[in-house]
């Protein structure tokens, strides 16, 4: 039976995981309204009332977000309106219109595992500076209000699109001879465009009628920032010396969590998906920004 066309609702459209989820969605015969803060503020509920009403809004995946880490500690006021208010205000109104709300999270919302054991969903929250700390609260306005909802938390997103640490470790180690790259943070890098498929994977199959919830999803692996970075360096065919280093070489505002790898058994279970290995993604990546010069 051909199920009938929803509208979904994009917010953050601008950004590296919106970019990534208009291409996914030209394949569908879904609608997608991609929307930034050209469109649509997302901090004003009214304005977010007006365009659901008007377009007819069946799901909301809100990929806007304040990802400052360091320049949160400052800038707590607006961090806190994107990452928690206006989360609030689509809950609020996702609710109101029966829709389904798709919102994406971090692992900042834990201080990381002490055990260096993946982190499961149900894994105590302890954020470690503002950014995770305005993010939590994001979740936790979402879980008050009562919409239908599905929280993606990730890690370390790059994309070919907007600034990540894939775009700057590229032209650094074009740049420079030698680079310092801290060895003691471990995590799973996520491929926006990864992340994109299994958002536009439970629209286009409408899995979120069978599933509510919090899920984990990065690539599979772990690696150090330091070994990230060799491998960005290798596959971008730059020569760089690549020098390991303390965290504490960079001084920094916020404390960043020392291991903060996500299990990712639910999502894969939930959704019955199969994620790609950290560096498979990542030669995929690069193969774009290869074709962009």
């Excluded at 970019?19 to 469109?39: G, K, P």
Aim: charged letters at 20%; hydrophobic letters at 40%.
């Amino acid at each position: 039976m051909q199920k009938k066309p929803i509208n979904i609702l994009i917010t953050g459209a601008n950004g590296q995981l919106g970019n990534e989820m208009r291409n996914v969605s030209r394949l569908s015969d879904d609608r997608y309204i991609f929307t930034d803060i050209a469109e649509l503020d997302i901090t004003n509920i009214e304005a977010i009332r007006k365009m659901v009403t008007l377009e007819d809004v069946d799901v909301i995946v809100n990929c806007a977000a304040y990802t400052n880490v360091d320049k949160a500690e400052d800038d707590t006021e607006l961090a806190d309106l994107i990452n928690n208010k206006a989360v609030a205000n689509l809950a609020t109104v996702a609710k109101e219109a029966e829709a389904q709300l798709i919102h994406i999270s971090t692992d900042y919302v834990f201080g990381g595992n002490q055990h260096n054991t993946p982190i499961t969903e149900e894994a105590v929250t302890n954020p470690l500076g503002v950014y995770g700390a305005t993010k939590l609260r994001g979740e936790e306005a979402i879980l008050t209000i009562g919409c239908k909802y599905l929280i993606f938390r990730t890690a370390w997103l790059y994309s070919a699109y907007g600034n990540n640490f894939v775009k700057t470790m590229r032209r650094l180690t074009n740049e420079r001879d030698t680079l310092n790259v801290v060895f003691d943070q471990v995590g799973s890098p996520t491929y926006a465009a990864d992340l994109a498929s299994i958002i536009y994977n439970v629209i286009e199959n409408r899995l979120f009628s069978e599933h509510q919830g919090i899920y984990h999803f990065s690539n599979e692996g772990a690696i150090s920032w330091y070994d990230f970075a060799h491998a960005i360096c290798e596959l971008s065919g730059n020569h760089c010396n690549i020098l390991p280093c303390h965290s504490n070489e960079f001084p920094s505002k916020v404390t960043r969590p020392s291991y903060s790898v996500l299990d990712k058994t639910k999502v894969k279970n939930d959704f019955n998906i199969t994620i790609p290995y950290w560096k498979d993604s990542l030669i995929k990546c690069i193969h774009q920004l290869e074709l962009q010069k």
